[in-house]
């Protein structure tokens, strides 16, 4: 079973058992399920109580960011903002890059603000 790339990190493993397909299980910050919905992967140290807050650290460049800002972008146009959660925990919030401690799923969130220049977005549990 720990040879199962999807069950290698306690992420992988909610993406799997929610049957959230991610174009790869390295980087990318969310997926669909079968049903079309759209996940978001959110830590959970940039939550204050319902609102969270993310913005892009500018030394980190990843292809997962272009993969999430077209979630984000095709929630916001097709599904109200509305996206799945599912809550990471860091081993170390200020690790380059974020290495996933735990990982569980969480209520629906709405994008309440993006900026795609900057790679920011705020959400609100619904």
Known sequence: MANHPHRRTPLGYVYHKLGIVRKNTRWSMGGRDSEGK???????????????AYAR???TQSAGFGE???LIKD??????????GITVLAKDPN???????DA???SDMRITHYDEAADTFTAIRV
């Open 104 to 106: 569980w799923k969480t």
């Open 95 to 101: 690790a380059i890059p974020r290495k996933v401690k």
């Open 57 to 59: 650290r500018p030394e």
């Open 75 to 84: 929630a916001i146009a097709n599904h109200g903002g509305i996206v799945g």
């Open 68 to 70: 999430m800002r077209e």
């Open 38 to 52: 759209i996940f978001l992967t959110f830590w959970s140290h940039m939550f204050q109580g319902n609102a969270y």
